[in-house]
């Protein structure tokens, strides 16, 4: 069983910064490919960024690219996301997930693809 837990959301002025944290549980974290998604009240739940094992090849999503940063450090089994210029469209709460699967090649984008999740942290952008 593989335990996340997400930290560092808040509130922030439009043009801010946050940098959110998520602590894995497992002894092979450096093993996993690693998301972070969002979901804003009435919508679906989006990909924001993701991260080959190993830190490996990262991807965003367009929205964020420029912004957002993710990275992982395997020693602590920790994953981050940094974020700058925020925007109120960023308002959301935000989860990170593991995807264990020794048979995932490259790095995926969608939910189904992740086996594992957070229980969020909520992010407010105000304008």
């Known amino acids: 069983q593989v335990q996340l837990v997400e930290s560092g959301g808040g509130l922030v002025q439009a043009g801010g910064s946050l940098r959110l944290s998520c602590a894995v549980s497992g002894r092979t974290f450096s093993t996993y490919h690693m998301g972070w998604f969002r979901q804003a009240p009435g919508k679906e739940r989006e990909f924001v960024a993701a991260i080959g094992r190993s830190a490996g090849s990262t991807r965003y999503a367009d929205s964020v690219k420029g912004r957002f940063t993710i990275s992982r450090d395997d020693d602590k089994n920790t994953l981050f996301l940094q974020m700058n210029s925020l925007k109120p469209e960023d308002t959301a709460v935000y989860y990170c997930?593991?995807?264990?699967?020794?048979?995932?090649?490259?790095?995926?984008?969608?939910?189904?693809?992740?086996?594992?999740w957070g229980q969020g942290t909520q992010v407010t952008v105000s304008s």
């Open positions: 997930a593991a995807d264990v699967s020794v048979y995932s090649a490259g790095v995926p984008i969608t939910t189904r693809a992740y086996e594992y």
